[in-house]
């Protein structure tokens, strides 16, 4: 059974950081590139982060490029996403998700809330 569990959202003020991790299992996460997106109440769900399954290329949405960190543990499965700086227009549930030829899996996501 293929799951993506993130954790790590919560709450926090301006300026702080927050270290989310999605925990994969049921499928080969080695083979598989993972992004993180998010979804802010009443818009629609954005990328944010991208990281590849082998070289491990690293790719932002503008909006994170400088503050947000995408990494990956294949001997753990898990992908990380390091938030620093975080401002109240981060606010959103985030989710991972999991690529690759034919296939595409999703988290069931965590909350961020940044506000003072």
């Known amino acids: 059974q293929v799951q993506l569990v993130e954790s790590g959202g919560g709450s926090v003020q301006p300026g702080g950081s927050l270290r989310l991790s999605c925990a994969a299992s049921?499928?080969?996460?080695?083979?598989?590139?993972m992004s993180w997106y998010r979804q802010a109440p009443g818009k629609e769900r954005e990328w944010v982060a991208g990281?590849?399954?082998?070289?491990?290329?690293?790719t932002y949405a503008e909006s994170a490029k400088g503050r947000f960190t995408i990494s990956r543990d294949n001997a753990k499965n898990t992908v990380y996403l390091q938030m620093n700086s975080l401002k109240p227009e981060d606010t959103a549930v985030y989710y991972c998700k999991a690529v690759a030829a034919g296939s595409a899996y999703w988290g069931q996501g965590t909350q961020v809330t940044v506000s003072s």
């Open positions: 049921g499928f080969t996460f080695s083979s598989y590139a």
């Open positions: 990281i590849t399954n082998y070289y491990l290329t690293t």
